[in-house]
Antibody, heavy 122, light 108 residues
């Protein structure tokens, strides 16, 4: 059974930092590309960042570029999101998401973690 | 950046059919995926590649995509289908993933 378990959320002051982790199990983590998606309270879903299975390609949403860093450790079956210079508008539940695909077709999100809440407030 | 527009809400009686639209410029040329999010829960994939269903998703859920509109159809709606639904695509121009604005389905 595919499982994605996020941790590391909490309350942080504006300008502060936080590191989120996602522990994966039930599949060969090193074969899959992964993403972070967030959802502000009462709002819709917003894609945050992507990382290739090898870590060789990374993308960010414009809203977090230069402040957030995605990484992974395939030996530990773990995905990370380092968040710096946090702002009130970064307050959200952050989900770890697995990508899947079929040959010659675009990728899609097939499994979501339960999410971890990040609150940026003084 | 690419924009996907959904109606904020759809109301439907039990046993009837709900249709949720997802509008975008030539969205028919992209693959559209749909995610269901029940209150307090993480999203769950219900339709991928426009009309494919993951294992465990009832046949009542179906999808289509053509022109500027993709549609998620829920037949014989049940109380348990009450949730927020989001369409999603990959925008090749920006290398970004894009979600629709979301639709809240209420079962009357």
């Amino acid at each position: 059974e595919v499982q994605l378990v996020e941790s590391g959320g909490g309350l942080v002051q504006p300008g502060g930092s936080l590191r989120l982790s996602c522990e994966a199990s039930g599949f060969t983590f090193s074969s899959y590309e992964m993403d972070w998606v967030r959802q502000a309270p009462g709002k819709g879903l917003e894609w945050v960042s992507y990382i290739r299975n090898s870590g060789s390609s990374i993308h960010y949403a414009d809203s977090v570029k230069g402040r957030f860093t995605i990484s992974r450790d395939n030996a530990k079956n773990s995905l990370y999101l380092q968040m710096n210079s946090l702002r009130a508008e970064d307050t959200a539940v952050y989900y770890c998401v697995r990508e899947s695909w079929e040959l010659f077709r675009e990728k899609y999100f097939d499994y979501w973690g339960q999410g971890t809440l990040v609150t940026v407030s003084s | 950046s690419y924009v996907l527009t959904q109606p904020p809400s759809v109301s439907v009686a039990p046993g009837k059919t709900a249709r949720i639209t997802c509008g975008g410029n030539n969205v028919g040329g992209k693959s559209v995926h749909w995610h269901q999010q029940k209150p307090g829960q993480a999203p769950v994939l219900v339709i991928y590649y426009d009309s494919d269903r993951p294992s465990g998703i009832p046949e009542r859920f179906s999808g289509s995509n053509s022109g500027n509109t993709a549609t998620l159809t829920i037949s014989r709606v049940e109380a348990g289908d009450e949730a927020d639904y989001y369409c999603q695509v990959w925008d090749s121009l920006s290398d970004h993933y894009v979600f629709g604005t979301g639709t809240k389905v209420t079962v009357l």
